[in-house]
């Protein structure tokens, strides 16, 4: 993990700690079980132990960490249950955020996301995938952004944020060109405003992907 100036005081420097903490946990480098202790957090993020502490409780009303007597903050982690969880809310929420977008949709965010999966597209010919999933990230963001709904952005980018690993494993498993059709297929619908088969098209997509971590799993 990286240091932290202590000096950066206040909201900034809390956000970033747990943020820090937050993607370890989601990357593996704390796996479950493993015991977070603030004075250790403290001394490898360089700051005091005030914002690791309240990262930890944040963490733990997010349910990636729990208190345990003795031990301190444990790491839970999320599990395959809690991914197989996450892509079946998401086949409904995503796609009624995507059914928002085709309604409310701007000409410039249209036109980002056109550029986004033109830019999958090329770098799916020269196989690439590390780039193409970057661009998954931002297609799914201007989604979000586009539905013109701050719930449904937030529960949304919380989501996207804990499977980035699941969706990391989906571009490794060879389904980088196939998820590309699928995005192309999607904004081919909320460019005509079709706000049926905009929805249908990511509910469409979202299934594909549960369907391939699981199998690469």
Known sequence: MKKFDDSLSGNPLRKH????IEKAILDGVFPPGYSLTEGKLSHELGVSRTPVREALMQLELEGLVKTVPNKGAVVVGVTSQDIDDIYTIRTRIEGLATRRCAQHIGEEE???LRQVVELQEYFVTKQDYLQVWHLDSRFHELIYEGCRSRPLKQILSLFHNYIQKAREYSV???RAKAST?????IFDAIEAHDLDRAEAAMALHVNNA???FFEYM
């Open 172 to 174: 490794k498993s060879g």
């Open 17 to 20: 700690v747990y943020k820090e």
């Open 181 to 185: 059709q699928e995005h192309r297929a």
């Open 210 to 212: 549960r369907d391939a």
């Open 110 to 112: 249209l036109e980002e």
